[in-house]
């Protein structure tokens, strides 16, 4: 599948993480992608494997690698209408940062 080639490749070029389900080392059900300046470009977790707070687990995983690789909090852009998204990093106790059409959320974990 040519989205999991991408993936792959971003997982392993960038700071990143990924779950794995045993026996199925090749395929991640979750992942969290960063980009180069620190913030998170995509959180993913497969439709199969969600309710199982995977996506808590990659999120602060994410802000230790973020912190020690970059010096700087984590932050990551969320739609307005990505009501899931926005719930997840407000419950995680990350700042929200009002933008014309998205929010910024900024880990305060390290604020």
Known sequence: DELLAVVRSNISERPSAGI??????ETP??????????????LHV????????????????M??????SHGIPPFVFVHDRNFKSNELFSSERWVKQPLCFSK????????
């Open 20 to 25: 794995y389900v045993e026996g199925c080392p």
């Open 29 to 42: 059900v979750a992942w969290c992608i960063c980009y180069s300046y620190g913030s998170i470009g995509t």
């Open 46 to 61: 497969l439709e199969d494997h969600r309710g199982k707070k995977l996506a808590r687990v990659l999120i602060r995983h």
């Open 63 to 68: 802000v230790r690698i973020v912190t020690e």
């Open 104 to 111: 910024i959320f900024v880990s305060a974990q390290n604020v």
